[in-house]
């Protein structure tokens, strides 16, 4: 939040059904589920999560949202459709922020990772119409649970409920976790998935400037810094990606 911001109690509802309702310098202490168009929250501090319907749409700036305060929650911090984040934090549940269908992420960081059981996780997962432009992104559970609960990657994008395609990710700093990610970032092109023969998966991605951390075994995470990226696939782009102590990331 804006330093100088002082926040008063939000004593409005929790499901938001009125469009164009703007939630300004509140702390509120629920998750907020947004079941209208053009709701505005700006300069709060969200304790829960902030979910919108496909037919909602809402944008969350200059803010803090903590999807779980407590301690490990199954949960995503913000999503899922017809979304824009803009110099936000966004911390706890086992995913930061889901991109399912036309949002918008710029400026950010999401981080704060809570796992526990068999759960995986990422802070952001892509699928279709995403813009993920000039963030922190960090998956930072560090160790793998018993249950081989852990971080994905900080950016996945699997084929499982619909194809995944027309996203740009450009100018994203990747935090390292070597210990406890598998990559740093997938690409779309998972195989075994129900939509990873449909034509269009994995077209359309472009990876354009974005800066991996090396971290402890030089790898940003524990087998590389990205996978499942189709470079001769329509539409897709990888270029000017680096290593955070120079060096060209291929994928």
Known sequence: MPAGVALTNYTGSCTITTANTVINAKLVNCSLGIRARGVVIKNSRIVGDVGGSSDASFRLEDSEVDASPN???????????????????IKGGNRGVYCRRNCEVRDSWIHGTEITGDWHASAIRMEQGSTIIHNTLACDWLIPTPQDGGCSANLTGYPDFAPIKNNLIQGNLFVANPTGAAFCAYGGASGGKPYSGDATNATYIRFIGNVFQRGSNRNCA?????DSFASGRPGNVWSGNVWSDGGVVNP
């Open 71 to 89: 301690g490990p929650r199954q949960a995503t911090g913000v999503g899922s459709d017809n979304f824009v984040v803009l110099r936000s934090e």
């Open 222 to 226: 524990a087998y590389g810094p990205i």
